[in-house]
DNA sequence: TATTGGATGATAATAATTATCATCTGAGCG
DNA sequence: CGCTCAGATGATAATTATTATCATCCAATA
């Protein structure tokens, strides 16, 4: 079996594992650990559902009824920033489009945003012929490798400004 | 080799095919060949940038000066419809964030963009002790796969009207 | 060529995200 | 414990991608 659900009671625990170290991890990285970012974080870990910005916030909202939803979405960019959060929409903030509809990837640069295509045909091996996975009917699928490239590699900019949105 | 780019050369051979028979799928399928149609498939086949709407636009410019970019972003989304293209953000159309940063994928619900994890370790050990590919240095990778969960499947709800944005 | 349903252009509306800035507070220190 | 202040928050404005609306236009078919 190589394609498997992940079990609620799997990420139940695993949730709570996080939440405990959460407070410590904050400061070992030198972040305050405030109420809110306490709120966020739980509520987070509380869903399974990979929620949106403005669930968190309706969310953290019956406990901190004066929490902006500014607050709510920078947290959640800062989460990721320090690993403890995922942004599932991945890096990009706005739709782009591929004319290449066969079967392949992509790796993108998390710096400059630049995708190649790629090919994993034992990926597809691992794919075709299953047609569906629990409750769910396949239809196709897209994985997304994050890299940095060369050239952002060479200049070695740091410093998190707002990338270029070319 | 498992994990391979795909080269320029192989993209453009592919993207002038389907140029070729581009009027003639859009006939088949019931939509009209436009100029516009026309000459956005072919700033997008030409691209290998997975481009973004407005970077499409601006090419398209060049010889339809009056085009507006509300055709521009419905022609890429009817050519994702009729399999012309992929969007390469794929479902969401805004951030989603995940508390569980081990190594796992998605599966998405296209109608209801409901989300759920997996795991397969296959995929990791393919992409395990790979640190470079071309030009890039490898971090980590995010699978997505596309289907329809059962609950979609019963409501056999046709139509392609905006899905709940929960 | 006349007809017409779908396509386009112009523009307004929507909504997610980010920026700004005044105010507040967590955390280390005396 | 109270003081200090870098960093965090709240309120709100600004930005921007995308979608909706609707009058007009035109590709496809007869």
């Known amino acids: 079996m ?52 403005d669930a968190i916030y309706a969310q953290v909202r019956k406990e901190h009824p004066h929490i902006s939803l500014a607050t709510v979405h920078r947290t959640l960019e800062t989460l990721c920033e320090i690993g403890e959060a995922r942004k599932v929409t991945m890096l ?35 794919l075709d012929g299953r047609s569906e996975l629990g409750e769910f009917t396949l239809l196709g699928s897209s994985l997304e490798i994050h890299a940095v490239c060369d050239r952002c590699n060479s200049r070695r900019v740091r410093g998190r400004g707002k990338r270029s949105r070319g």
């Open 2 to 53: 190589e394609l498997q659900l992940v079990s609620e009671g799997r990420r139940a625990g695993y949730a709570a594992r996080r939440l405990a170290e959460f407070a410590e991890r904050c400061r070992k990285g030198g972040l305050a650990v405030t109420p809110q970012r306490l709120a966020i974080i739980r509520a987070l870990l509380a869903s399974a559902e990979h929620p949106r910005a």
């Open 92 to 126: 990009h903030d706005s739709a782009r489009y591929d004319g290449n509809v066969m079967p392949h990837h992509h790796v993108v640069c998390v710096k400059c945003r630049r995708i190649r295509d790629i090919e994993i045909p034992e990926l597809e091996r691992i």
